[in-house]
């Protein structure tokens, strides 16, 4: 068995919670704005909308990433655009694994945040309304505030979502050794070259991060149920 090369350790680390934290954010304003909409329209064929919207959680990560791959390759339409405009190429760059990150992280935060509005008491933003605030002043001070823990979780299973992205990352930004490669990408570089001491590193600094994750939020959601119950 191999010894631990820190000096390669670190990379992929730094760069999985970086292209995590960008995604877990881009997808926490997007599935928040998504399901407060959801949530309020009346559109015909809404149904349609939200399967589409979670579609991503129960397709293939390489399906996800192939159809990434030709929307934003640099024969599509959406690819030559970004080029024209920042003079590179999206895909195989670290921000397209942010890209495959809020796409795959997406609906999990679309639902937690949609469970999050529905448990709000509508009568609380009608009163709001009837004061003369506006949608976005009753969404700011009204339903965010009230849908904080929904909030929370969204935040933190978005960003443990991403940091263990695979499949779609490895389609759109490629394993490019200090450049795209993430530490999912990296574990299986090593295990298939043999590097057991690497994998297992790598292996237990990603379960720490979603273990602390998880655990802050669990602690978090314990400390709200004793004070309702006080």
């Given at each position: 068995m191999s010894s631990v090369d820190?000096?390669?350790?670190?990379?992929?680390?730094?760069?999985?919670?970086?292209?995590a934290l960008?995604?877990?954010?881009?997808a926490l304003?997007?599935?928040?704005a998504?399901?407060r909409?959801?949530?309020?329209?009346?559109l015909?064929?809404?149904?349609?909308?939200e399967?589409?919207?979670?579609l991503p959680?129960?397709?293939?990560p390489t399906?996800?990433g192939?159809?990434?791959?030709?929307g934003?390759?640099r024969?599509?339409?959406?690819?030559r655009l970004i080029e024209?405009?920042?003079?590179?190429?999206?895909?195989?760059t670290?921000?397209?694994?942010?890209?495959a990150s809020v796409v795959v992280?997406?609906?999990?935060?679309?639902q937690?945040m949609?469970t999050?509005?529905a448990s709000?008491?509508q009568d609380?933003e009608?009163?709001?309304?009837?004061?003369?605030?506006?949608?976005?002043?009753?969404?700011?001070?009204?339903?965010l505030p009230l849908?904080?823990?929904?909030?929370l979780a969204a935040?933190v299973l978005?960003?443990?979502?991403?940091?263990?992205?695979f499949?779609?990352t490895?389609?759109?930004?490629?394993?490019i050794p200090?450049?795209?490669?993430?530490v999912?990408t990296?574990i299986?570089v090593?295990v298939d070259?043999?590097q057991?001491?690497?994998a297992?590193?790598?292996t237990?600094a990603?379960?720490?991060?979603?273990f602390?994750l998880?655990?802050?939020?669990?602690g978090?959601r314990?400390?709200?149920?004793?004070?309702?119950?006080?």
């Amino acid at each position: 068995m191999s010894s631990v090369d820190w000096e390669a350790f670190w990379p992929p680390v730094l760069l999985s919670l970086r292209i995590a934290l960008l995604a877990s954010i881009a997808a926490l304003v997007l599935g928040t704005a998504a399901a407060r909409w959801m949530s309020r329209t009346r559109l015909r064929g809404k149904l349609l909308v939200e399967t589409a919207f979670l579609l991503p959680l129960v397709l293939p990560p390489t399906v996800v990433g192939f159809v990434l791959l030709v929307g934003f390759g640099r024969r599509s339409w959406a690819g030559r655009l970004i080029e024209a405009v920042f003079s590179s190429p999206l895909v195989f760059t670290w921000w397209a694994g942010v890209l495959a990150s809020v796409v795959v992280s997406f609906p999990l935060v679309y639902q937690t945040m949609k469970t999050g509005f529905a448990s709000i008491d509508q009568d609380l933003e009608q009163a709001a309304r009837s004061a003369g605030a506006s949608e976005l002043q009753v969404l700011r001070f009204v339903a965010l505030p009230l849908a904080y823990r929904s909030l929370l979780a969204a935040f933190v299973l978005g960003f443990a979502r991403s940091l263990g992205e695979f499949g779609a990352t490895l389609m759109i930004a490629g394993n490019i050794p200090g450049v795209t490669q993430t530490v999912p990408t990296a574990i299986y570089v090593a295990v298939d070259s043999g590097q057991t001491s690497m994998a297992w590193a790598w292996t237990i600094a990603i379960v720490a991060f979603s273990f602390v994750l998880l655990l802050v939020t669990g602690g978090s959601r314990s400390r709200d149920s004793i004070r309702e119950h006080r």
